[in-house]
């Protein structure tokens, strides 16, 4: 704009400007930098994640419209690739060979309306794109998307959906084989969360779990109901759990962390320990409704979304449990000490750490404020943020 | 066979948590009204979701008797878009969209009586979504697990397109509160 400017006034000035201008940018981008001509017409390649990389993919909610998931590299921010989820799609499973992703997904024939098809569409890791595509019922669960909508048991071989229609079950596919295999009624539960090569457990409206097990062929073999071992009255739990190893952690509305051992036979339902703190006329209890917390395999560190509430019971009734984190607090499991308490400038709504051992990313998505920041769980420090102008709302570290 | 449990479970919880709150006379009376509404519905709980730019804008007290505003006294439980913003009413979807026929119920109190109402909170389905008027207040709600007050699910169902553009309160009758 300001050499037009000055080409306008002074014509025989600008001749000499531009003169040296092709000289300049010759004599510094000289012909040994371009590439071959022509050139290819080709996809960028992902490659195997580095080992001193960390990578995370985002769920972004487009705003309810239809989403994707985004592949970043945590440490340089940068946008890797990107793959469409389906209207309010976003979980995305990984097989732990890592040459394929899987994502349940659904579809209208018209956008926004026509027929409904649900389909498991497998992705190439690597060029991401689709390979197969496994058409289910159209049952699935929509709405606020959950870590906890999908699961593939230990072994990879089987996909979990969590249906709703609104009676809910869980709908098995057989990945190996490439076909649906059929319908677990779960009525009154809801997530499904594996807990072994052959079997998931379910959260219920009693305060119970209900686990399921499964044959070679994924058909129900047996089912056991475990006595409630929450209060879903006086203190029901957030629905979004996490898993380390063979535990499953959740944490509840008022601030108990309740631990669901699968290790064994039996499930285990492990002595609740507290995260809340009372103070200031009221008390500090999880948020993140999304996913309020994550642990750290190897430190075996966890990471809970607190927020400090009046608790106060409105007119319609409470509220507070679905507030955002304003800060991240990180407890030691095995002394269940308060380590750290690392406030956020944006409520968060969701959270995930990585995996890393040395000098793991804490990620915290904020989908009020359209952002991610990647932080130093040591520190608190915000290494870096990220607009998502979509709405984020689901993080899954790559492992 | 299913379906019965899941009704039961809802109507146990629903119960439960009526029960902590108001006595056995007024539970009675405001499980009648429930049980009105049922008739006039299908079936229990529907949800909401979604959320998007300018989630909770201009929030304020004094904004409850403006059905335009989040802070309106009938979306205490409301989690979504508010139809009133966009094509529709604050109990009426807008053109363009189909009320799912499925719904779930909550309570509000209404600030100019001091009585609480029992709120249908109806999904309007079949379109992309409004993106207007993001509200987000939640009193009441559930995990997905007690389905029978949960808005984090999307339940365009009942043959109704399954996609989301807002949400509406429909009021459905009073509900007597305990002294």
Not at chain 1, 152 to 168: G, M
Not at chain 1, 355 to 375: D, G, N, T
Not at chain 2, 15 to 39: E, K, P, T, V
Not at chain 2, 103 to 110: D, L, Y
């Amino acid at each position: 704009m300001q050499i037009a400017n000055r080409i306008k006034k002074a014509p025989g000035q600008a001749c000499l400007l531009a003169a040296g201008l092709y000289l300049a940018l010759s004599t510094t981008s000289g012909a040994a930098e371009l590439p071959a001509m022509p050139e290819p017409l080709e996809n960028v390649v992902l490659q195997d994640k580095p080992a001193d990389e960390q990578w995370l993919w985002v769920g972004d909610f487009q705003q309810g419209h239809y989403g994707r998931a985004m592949l970043f590299n945590a440490g340089s921010g940068e946008l890797l690739g990107m793959l469409g989820t389906g209207w309010e799609g976003i979980k995305l499973d990984i097989p732990r060979g890592g040459n394929v992703i899987y994502n349940h997904a659904m579809y209208m024939s018209r956008g926004y309306r026509g027929d409904r098809t649900d389909a498991i569409t497998t992705y190439d890791a690597r060029t991401l794109q689709p390979l197969a595509e496994l058409i289910v019922p159209a049952k699935a669960v929509r709405g606020w998307p959950d870590p906890n909508h999908t699961a593939l048991t230990d072994d990879d071989r089987f996909l979990l959906v969590q249906f709703t229609t609104p009676a809910s079950s869980v709908g098995v596919a057989d990945m190996e084989n490439g076909h649906y295999v059929g319908e677990i009624e779960t009525a009154g539960c809801h997530h499904v969360m594996a807990a072994g090569p052959r079997r998931f457990f379910t959260l219920c409206g009693d305060g119970s779990a209900l686990l399921v097990e499964l044959n070679d062929q994924g058909k129900e073999s047996q089912r056991r109901r475990y006595p409630a071992f929450f209060d879903v009255s006086r203190d029901p739990l957030h629905g979004s759990g996490t898993r380390s190893g063979d535990r499953w952690y959740f944490v509840s509305h008022l601030g108990m962390v309740h631990t669901l051992d699968i290790g064994g036979e039996e499930p285990r339902a492990l002595e609740p320990w507290p995260v809340y703190l009372e103070g200031g006329s009221g008390r500090w209890i999880p948020g993140a409704t999304m996913q309020p917390v994550s642990v750290h395999d190897s430190s075996q560190r966890l990471y809970v979304a607190m927020h400090h509430s009046d608790l106060e019971i409105k007119g319609g009734g409470a509220d507070f449990h679905r507030k955002g984190g304003t800060e991240i607090w990180v407890f030691d499991i095995a002394t269940q000490r308060l380590l750290q308490r690392l406030p956020l400038a944006n409520e968060a709504t969701t959270i995930a750490i990585s995996q890393a051992q040395e000098r793991p990313y804490l990620y915290v998505a904020s989908f009020w404020a359209f952002v991610m920041a990647i932080m130093d769980p040591e520190s608190g420090e915000v290494l870096r943020e990220l607009s998502i102008p979509g709405v984020p709302i689901q993080l899954q570290p790559v492992r | 066979m299913n379906d019965n449990n899941w009704m039961d479970r809802a109507v146990e919880h629903s119960s439960r948590d009526l029960a902590s709150r108001i006595s056995r006379r007024s539970l009675l009376g405001r499980l009648g009204q429930w049980m009105a509404g049922a008739a006039m519905l299908p079936l229990l709980p529907v949800a909401r979701f979604a959320e998007g730019a300018a989630i909770n804008e201009d929030r304020s007290p004094q904004n409850w008797n403006d059905p335009q505003k989040c802070d309106y006294w009938a979306y205490c439980g409301t989690n979504g878009y508010l139809c009133s913003c966009c094509g529709g009413t604050s109990s009426k979807c807008p053109p363009g969209t189909e009320p799912s026929p499925i719904s779930w119920i909550g309570t509000c109190r209404n600030p100019a009586d001091g009585k609480h109402y029992v709120i249908s909170y109806t999904d309007c389905c079949g379109a992309a979504q409004c993106g207007r008027c993001a509200c987000d207040r939640d009193e009441g709600a559930t995990p997905r697990y007690l389905p029978q007050r949960t808005n984090m699910i999307t339940w365009c169902y009942g043959g109704v397109s399954s996609t989301y553009n807002c949400t509406v309160s429909r009021l459905m009758s009073v509900a007597e509160v305990a002294k």
